[in-house]
């Protein structure tokens, strides 16, 4: 037996061993099976790469969070603007009844003021770590334009709407107003004249009325109708001569401000009661902002969109919410048509279309808010579904790392029982090669000395 060599080999595989036992051991203490790039070079690539994945997407989860937080600090302030318009919608309802007095109006009038201006302070005012949530300037919305409403045509005996839809001219520079069309009554066969028809006459009355302060007082027209037609009647002008079709422009006194131009249907005696009505919104303020833009931490490009439109009094149409409380003095200096004994009616009607108006705008407002709210909803729900499919993606991808990068303990605990068992193993069989060989020397030199 060659004892020379076969230790050879014994004190091989113990320096295997030995380096086995010395990666197990490192591997138990950091908990890693890629502790450099030696290790597994590739392997610490990829795993690195997985990791640097698994960060983002748990950034991009606090960015989410702090999304989600921002917009429900702006639901909080629309919370209370909501609360705003349904008491400004209260109060409107509460005037529209002829059993205020104007005093009462009056108060009614100032609350509406007042709750008009808290809606313009907590748009201007809401912040979030010092950006302004509900003033526009986080919408990537263009202005809408002045818009008008009709919330009521009637439909006539004929089938007809009162006013022929088609032909509304709308002036969007015009000053916030409203329009009221009724049908009031028949007057009968217009009076004796060869130039006139025999049909009925009926009496239509239009009222224009702006709470703005440089429309002036409201003008009401009263226009007389051959039944059966859309023809006015005027005294000595017979129709068959010059036919004068039943339209006409909504303005101030001076006519310097064109609201809309409408045309009347025609209209017969079962029409009587008949009404339309029509209002306009200012055009909202100009929002020169942009949204918000979140990474959501998924990769490159991987952008979750935040937009919160401006709900100042204006863009809610309630910037200006007049309640009815005209002059019936005013209003017949402002009519040369009418005569003092108009003055009370006429108001009435002026009183009854500001009132119906300031109803409709702050209807509009709640369901623009409402249209706001939802979309805001809307995002958090979409912020916390993309939170949720960040976290489920960042589990997976962390635990993709781990399985490259990580060492098996159970793996690793066997080969470290292994490796120590081998040690000790080659460690006893080097110790016995080497106690045979010092006998073996001694049995030669013992040999020698008896020679």
Do not use: C, W
Not at 51 to 76: F, K, V, Y
Not at 296 to 315: C, K, L, M, Q, T
């Amino acid at each position: 037996m060659d004892v020379l060599r076969f230790g050879d080999k014994v004190a091989l595989g113990l320096n295997r061993t030995a380096t086995d036992l010395s990666q197990a051991t490192q591997r138990l203490a950091s908990g890693l099976r890629i502790s450099s790039a030696a290790d597994d070079p590739s392997g610490l690539a990829v795993s690195q790469r997985l990791l640097a994945q698994a960060n983002g997407l748990q950034t991009g989860q606090q960015s989410i969070q702090s999304a989600i937080d921002l917009l429900q600090t702006a639901e909080g302030g629309l919370q209370t603007i909501s609360d705003i318009l349904l008491r400004m919608r209260s109060l409107v309802v509460e005037a529209n009844s002829s059993l205020n007095s104007p005093q009462q109006t009056g108060y009614l009038q100032q609350e509406l003021n007042q709750l008009s201006q808290e809606i313009d302070t907590i748009s201007g005012n809401i912040q979030f770590n010092g950006r302004h949530l509900l003033d526009g300037s986080l919408s990537a919305e263009t202005a809408s334009p002045a818009q008008y409403f009709i919330p009521r045509n009637d439909t006539l005996s004929s089938g007809q709407q009162l006013i022929d839809p088609t032909t509304i001219g709308f002036n969007p520079t015009s000053v916030q107003a409203e329009v009221g069309v009724k049908v009031l009554a028949d007057l009968g066969p217009p009076p004796p004249d060869p130039l006139n028809p025999s049909n009925d006459l009926l009496q239509v009355e239009i009222t224009v009325s702006s709470a703005d302060p440089s429309f002036g007082a409201p003008q009401i027209e009263y226009m007389k109708i051959f039944a059966g037609t859309n023809i006015v009647y005027v005294p000595g002008l017979s129709p068959d001569i010059f036919l004068l079709p039943a339209s006409f422009t909504a303005a101030n006194q001076s006519g310097t401000d064109n609201v809309a131009s409408f045309n009347i249907n025609p209209i017969s005696q079962a029409d009587v009661g008949k009404s339309f009505f029509f209002y306009t919104v200012p055009q909202q303020d100009a929002q020169s902002g942009h949204g918000l833009e979140v990474n959501d931490g998924g990769g490159e490009g991987h952008i979750v969109s935040v937009d919160i439109p401006g709900v100042n009094a204006r863009d809610l149409g309630v910037s200006a919410v007049l309640l009815g409380a005209f002059d019936p003095t005013a209003i017949v200096n402002a009519n040369p048509n009418l005569s003092p004994s108009d003055g009370p009616a006429a108001a009435g009607a002026a009183d009854f279309a500001a009132n119906q108006a300031a109803e409709y705008r702050v209807d509009y407002a709640i369901q623009r808010l409402a249209s706001i709210r939802a979309k805001i909803g809307a995002q958090q729900v979409s912020l916390q579904d993309d939170a949720s499919n960040d976290s489920v993606q960042q589990t997976a991808t962390v635990a993709a790392a781990s399985s490259i990068r990580d060492a098996n303990i159970g793996r690793e605990i066997v080969g470290f029982t292994r490796a120590q068992v081998l040690l000790q193993v080659g460690m006893g069989t080097l110790h016995s090669l080497f106690m045979d060989s010092q006998q073996v020397v001694h049995l030669v030199q013992k040999s020698f000395s008896a020679a």
